[in-house]
């Protein structure tokens, strides 16, 4: 018998407004093996600023069988040393350096979760100039 997997509410569609209606990004949809997987770039330096991933709940070491949906964001590191860990806030699953996934499930009130995606979106931003 299969085994079903329940996937639980999540603010991806919220998400996914916010930064088309902010900064006017598209989910890109990369890879074929993974349709739900919405990166997020910036239009003038194509970096990635966030990724939508659904993932199963034992992937992230959390208790479960289902599949949640997370938000990678690049965050600076003195602000990676003092959210990551908490309640939903992850190291970032794939993802190196001082990256964080934030779970989507409700766990991070959307306004903490908008504000970091803000962060990230302005740290992988074209560097200013030295003059």
Known sequence: M????KKQSSY???ILRYAMDKYGTRPEYLWARWPNYAILRRTDNKKWYGAILDVPRERLGLAGTDVV???NVKCDA???AFINGESGILRGYHMGGTWVSVLLDGTVAREQIFALLDASYKLVGP?????
């Open 2 to 5: 299969k085994k079903t997997i």
């Open 69 to 71: 949906d997370v938000l």
């Open 78 to 80: 003195g602000l990676y």
């Open 12 to 14: 991806r569609d919220e």
């Open 127 to 131: 560097r200013k100039k030295v003059q």
